[in-house]
């Protein structure tokens, strides 16, 4: 008898614990595709900004941003926690800036960064060519030509063919929602949700 209430708590607190991850995900997912009613111009300047909880103004972003603005409508604040990790952990983070310390304005707007981030204090996830792999409230980064690198989230919308979800994230037309799961060659993948 005790062996099987051991067992029904422990598999009630696996799906609690599975519904919170799938409540955070959606609700992640509803933030982004929110983003999307913003008109933004991509701009990647370099701007002093608050600390904490600072931001580009409110029409200005890039890919990073879309990511940082979703997880803030949460109560989550990557600036701060991407600077304080960085901060404690600095050789764990890329150099290809030529920084000798942490920028604070700038670091969490760095793909690169925000890997490592995820990667450090999230969960990796698979990277490959099948749909069903991606869940809404993930975040996928991709390498473009050149070496450049980019960010989005995998929202709760699906594609006209109903085989992958779409994607929110702003490549240079503002915050949109399109369907570039596979589009560009995917470098990173992971579910972030921090112990709230």
């Given at each position: 008898?005790?062996?099987?209430?051991?067992?029904?708590?422990?598999?009630?607190?696996?799906?609690?614990?599975?519904?919170?991850?799938?409540?955070?995900?959606?609700?992640?997912?509803e933030a982004a595709i929110s983003?999307?009613?913003?008109h933004i111009t991509y701009d990647?300047?370099?701007?002093?900004?608050?600390?904490?909880?600072?931001?580009v103004p409110a029409g200005k972003?890039?890919?990073?941003?879309?990511?940082?603005?979703?997880?803030?409508?949460?109560?989550?604040?990557?600036?701060?926690?991407?600077?304080?990790?960085?901060?404690?952990?600095?050789?764990?983070?890329?150099?290809?800036?030529?920084?000798?310390?942490?920028?604070?304005?700038?670091?969490?707007?760095?793909?690169?960064?925000?890997?490592?981030?995820?990667?450090?204090?999230?969960?990796?996830?698979?990277?490959?060519?099948?749909?069903?792999?991606?869940?809404?409230?993930?975040?996928?980064?991709?390498?473009?030509?050149?070496?450049?690198?980019?960010?989005?989230?995998?929202?709760?919308?699906?594609?006209?063919?109903?085989?992958?979800?779409?994607?929110?994230?702003?490549?240079?037309?503002?915050?949109?929602?399109?369907?570039?799961?596979?589009?560009?060659?995917?470098?990173?993948?992971?579910?972030?949700?921090?112990?709230?």
């Amino acid at each position: 008898m005790q062996r099987h209430l051991i067992f029904l708590l422990l598999l009630s607190s696996n799906f609690c614990a599975a519904q919170g991850q799938s409540s955070f995900n959606f609700k992640l997912s509803e933030a982004a595709i929110s983003l999307t009613r913003q008109h933004i111009t991509y701009d990647p300047a370099y701007y002093n900004i608050p600390y904490p909880n600072g931001d580009v103004p409110a029409g200005k972003g890039v890919c990073t941003d879309v990511v940082i603005r979703a997880y803030r409508k949460l109560g989550i604040d990557l600036q701060k926690e991407v600077h304080e990790d960085m901060k404690a952990n600095f050789s764990k983070y890329p150099n290809n800036w030529g920084r000798t310390s942490t920028d604070r304005n700038i670091d969490h707007r760095r793909v690169p960064n925000l890997m490592v981030f995820f990667k450090r204090h999230g969960s990796v996830k698979p990277i490959s060519r099948k749909a069903q792999d991606y869940s809404p409230g993930d975040i996928v980064c991709w390498n473009l030509s050149g070496g450049l690198t980019h960010i989005g989230i995998v929202v709760n919308r699906v594609s006209i063919d109903r085989k992958r979800y779409l994607i929110v994230h702003n490549i240079g037309g503002g915050q949109v929602l399109e369907d570039c799961l596979f589009k560009y060659k995917v470098i990173g993948h992971y579910s972030y949700r921090p112990h709230l």
